[in-house]
């Protein structure tokens, strides 16, 4: 971030478990940044919450077909 303006960082982890037995079936994870002016901090960490969550829930399909 430059003089003048916001970094924000997210992280989002998720847990996949098995419906029935409770059992973990995969971790996943996301990561965001996001940059704004000073003045709208809030709008860089909603935009970075916003990516890291989608980035989580994009690599589900791929951590439970990992497990099968």
């Known amino acids: ?3 003048g303006s916001s970094l924000a960082t997210a992280v989002v982890s998720a847990t996949v478990r098995d419906a ?14 996001a940059a704004n ?5 809030a709008t860089a960490e909603l935009g970075a919450l916003a990516a890291a969550a989608h980035e989580a829930v ?3 399909p791929d ?3 990992r497990r099968r």
């Open 37 to 41: 002016d000073a003045s709208h901090l």
């Open 58 to 60: 994009a690599g589900i």
């Open 20 to 33: 029935r037995r409770g059992a973990i079936e995969a971790v996943v994870e996301g990561h965001a940044r």
């Open 1 to 3: 971030a430059t003089e």
């Open 63 to 65: 951590a439970v077909r």
